[in-house]
């Protein structure tokens, strides 16, 4: 038993009719570093990260230019810093080497990235471009799609290629960023609030 499609993203668009991932950007190029500053962080706290760190490196190039002791100080707020200064230049220097400084538009191209995978290519191909190169998984996916039977898989791939089947390609780019929202605010990791929930009657309800 699972939650029908149709009706899941009826109540997704009811719900969140202009879903939108929450991190805050003005370029692709931002959206990509800020969700790799986002990986074990909240999108709240890098948001508050962001505006500082984006005028003071405002193109791939003045990342990659970084002194990489400099970046980690301007990174510590995100947690993991260490590991993200030198993602983050990595992925940077490929921009500027390898596609002119500019967030490439295809998944076979955005996985060339120094530890972009497709989760992160995902965020950037389907919210500033609205290519549906696949369907966002973070862990407020996940946690959905297996509730509402729409999965029984973990792997975040497997989940993504579950998903594909099922969803529409023409819904990829909204019912990512839409579920992340479900996730967050309704199907919470603790406490779900399924009394409020449009899916209460017809989800599963599956480990809750």
């Known amino acids: 038993m699972s939650v029908a499609i149709h ?8 719900a969140w009719p202009d879903a939108t991932y929450e991190l805050n950007w003005d370029t692709p190029e931002e959206m990509l570093v800020a969700t ?23 193109n791939p190039q003045a990342f990659a230019d970084a002194d990489l002791e400099e970046l980690e100080v301007d990174l510590k707020p995100t947690g993991f810093f260490r590991r993200k200064a030198k993602t983050v230049k990595a992925v940077c220097q490929a921009l500027v080497d390898d596609f ?26 389907n919210c500033c471009f609205d290519i549906p190169s696949g369907v966002i998984v973070d862990t407020h996916v996940q946690r959905v799609s297996q509730r509402m039977g729409l ?9 993504e290629a579950d998903l594909m089947q099922q969803i529409p ?5 909204f019912f990512g960023p839409a579920a992340v929202l479900h996730g967050r605010y309704t199907c919470k990791n603790k ?11 017809a989800c599963p309800k599956l480990g809750v």
């Open 169 to 173: 390609e023409e819904d990829w780019t």
């Open 151 to 159: 999965t029984t898989q973990r792997n975040a791939e497997r989940i």
């Open 100 to 125: 002119g400084g500019q967030a490439p538009r295809t998944m076979a191209e955005m996985v060339t990235l120094p530890g972009v995978a497709r989760k992160t290519a995902n965020v950037v191909l």
């Open 7 to 14: 009706d899941l993203l009826d109540g997704l668009r009811d």
């Open 36 to 58: 790799i500053l986002a990986a074990q962080a909240t999108d709240e706290r890098i948001n508050k990260v962001t505006p500082g760190l984006f005028a003071k490196y405002p």
């Open 191 to 201: 406490k779900p609030a399924c009394d409020t929930c449009p899916f209460d009657k």
